[in-house]
T-cell receptor
């Protein structure tokens, strides 16, 4: 069966520090991968998605970036965090084909101080 | 993707059926209705989806009206663990498959 992992589970970082969040998927190959962010009390906002290795589409211009160095690995990064980057970061995957169901990871709660 | 309208909050007694409505009056013929839920501090969880026929799985039932302009998610025997925000999403299949989540319905199950 497929599983999706995210780490760390929680993170507290100072403003201006770098960020690296990792997401890995097991049990599937060549999935679509997604990064979402949820600010406190708000809905989910799509940040990036990837249909393959090295292919990244950005939905919202900001100081975050994403990379997909391996088929089942998706990384969210920042060179300098802002206070507004605080939130709950969720990674999701979806099998290619005629199914449109996305499966979400447990999330990383980031607090920028 | 078509826009959806859901009540911001609902409550239901434990053990009773929870019926969550969703309006999607601008849905087009190739768009599916999806339901996800998000329990506090967890990632969203897929529940069910359908095109025009009613669907049932181990978690819930999905009733779609004949004109497809609205649907209802039914949790047949709600438990306290069903307390969550429920999202109704209407979308057509695409290679990128970007889900746009609205504000959903906050369902509270009372003992």
């Amino acid at each position: 069966s497929q599983t999706i992992h995210q780490w760390p589970a929680t993170l507290v970082q100072p403003v201006g520090s770098p960020l690296s969040l990792e997401c890995t998927v097991e049990g599937t190959s060549n999935p679509n991968l997604y990064w979402y962010r949820q600010a406190a009390g708000r809905g989910l906002q799509l940040l990036f998605y990837s249909v393959g290795i090295g292919q990244i589409s950005s939905e919202v211009p900001q100081n975050l970036s994403a990379s997909r160095p391996q088929d089942r690995q998706f990384i969210l990064s920042s060179k300098k965090l802002l206070l507004s980057d605080s939130g709950f970061y969720l990674c999701a995957w979806r099998e290619k084909g005629n199914t449109d169901t996305q499966y979400f990871g447990p999330g990383t709660r980031l607090t920028v101080l | 993707d078509a826009k959806t309208t859901q009540p911001p909050s609902m409550d239901c007694a434990e053990g009773r059926a929870a019926n969550l409505p969703c309006n999607h009056s601008t849905i087009s013929g190739n768009e599916y209705v999806y339901w996800y839920r998000q329990i506090h501090s967890q990632g969203p969880q897929y529940i069910i989806h359908g095109l025009k026929n009613n669907e049932t799985n181990e978690m819930a039932s999905l009733i779609i009206t004949e004109d497809r302009k609205s649907s209802t998610l039914i949790l047949p025997h709600a438990t306290l663990r069903d307390t969550a925000v429920y999202y109704c999403i209407v979308r057509q299949y695409s290679s990128a498959s970007k889900i746009i989540f609205g504000s959903g319905t906050r369902l509270s199950i009372r003992p």
